[in-house]
């Protein structure tokens, strides 16, 4: 906004006036008057915790991720329950099979590890929101999104096992499908899939614009999912790109995607904003291991104020437009929150 609009005298009053009638000060100097011109709230019904789960064996931190950890399926009870008791509403669920194959088989099986977890989460913490990761990288034994053949990712052949899988998901109990594979026309062949399947209850958060970024590291480390040649810039965005965004966007809502996301966050805040100006849609942004492990090792050296830091850059990201927030961080904002920090 233009100074003049707001005090048209403003070059005068900022000369040292003591006659300022226009002092933002005053809605900033005690913590009530600054809760009740806050612009941006930031609330635990916003958050979304992911979860890494696993067959069995035993609970076992992830190194590049301090404090996040792999649950073995006998475990994950009390993990759900400790996220539901802290009020958040959903949880995202990626899976590490028990073996891995070209075709990606254990991703649509009926006993996969993904699938398994959906129906203990559901029998101990029926109220919780469950979302499905839907995607290959974890389960091939090539580590990418897609079927393979000569080398290449192929796109319309991987539909169809996109859309078996959500099925699968939404068999065992899942209720929401996360599309993750960035491959064209993903979010229709599953909508179809789920329909034909009798699951037109089932929603789908669309991974819309989910960018090739280096921020991804740690959450390769945990789901063993690194591409084993290549790497995934032919279907992932291209950082440089803005307006691309608001296409993919485009196409996901036109074929049947009831949520959309921006991924990852904070390096795209500006992606969140154009996205939440052009298009009246659930919008979520994932705050991505990458960001998590930066914010973790620079509390651990105490070079930052953890809990200062997480909550600054959360809100940071409702602030530009995120209606959910997909975060590691989930449970620790929602025990500052309700410390009201």
């Not at 904070?266 to 994932?286: E, M, S, T």
Request: net charge negative; hydrophobic share 45%.
């Amino acid at each position: 906004m233009e100074a003049s609009r707001w005090a048209p005298e403003a070059t005068e009053l900022a000369e040292g006036s003591a006659g300022l009638s226009t002092r933002p000060r005053r809605l900033r100097r005690v913590d009530n008057l600054r809760r009740l011109a806050r612009e941006t709230r930031l609330a635990v019904d916003n958050l979304i915790y992911p979860l890494f789960v696993v067959h069995g064996g035993p609970k076992e931190e992830i190194p590049s991720m301090p404090g996040i950890y792999r649950w073995p399926l006998e475990l994950l009870p009390e993990e759900a329950e400790e996220v539901a008791t802290l009020g958040i509403p959903a949880v995202i669920l990626f899976g590490l099979p028990a073996y891995k194959d070209a075709q990606g088989g254990e991703a649509y099986a009926d006993d996969g590890v993904v699938q398994r977890a959906v129906r203990v989460v559901k029998t101990a913490v029926p109220e919780l929101v469950v979302m499905t990761d839907v995607c290959l990288c974890e389960y091939t034994d090539h580590g990418h999104c897609g079927i393979v053949r000569g080398g290449q990712v192929l796109n319309d052949e991987t539909l169809d096992v996109l859309g078996r899988i959500a099925v699968s998901y939404a068999a065992a109990g899942a209720d929401v499908v996360a599309p993750s594979a960035m491959m064209d026309g993903q979010v229709g062949a599953i909508r179809a899939a789920l329909d034909e399947a009798g699951f037109p209850q089932v929603a789908i958060l669309a991974y819309a614009a989910k960018y090739a970024s280096a921020f991804y590291g740690p959450f390769r480390d945990a789901a063993d999912s690194a591409p084993a040649f290549g790497d995934r810039r032919a279907y992932q965005m291209d950082p440089s790109n803005a307006r691309e965004a608001l296409r993919e966007v485009a196409l996901d809502i036109q074929e049947g995607a009831d949520m959309v996301m921006v991924k990852p966050a904070l390096a795209y805040l500006d992606v969140i904003r154009r996205v939440r100006d052009a298009f009246d849609c659930p919008l979520a942004a994932y705050n991505v291991s990458g960001e998590y492990s930066m914010v973790k090792a620079a509390a651990q050296r105490g070079w930052i104020d953890e809990r200062a830091a997480v909550l600054e850059m959360l809100t940071a990201i409702r602030r530009a437009g995120a209606d959910m927030l997909l975060t590691y961080f989930a449970k620790d904002a929602a025990r500052w929150l309700r410390e009201g920090r």
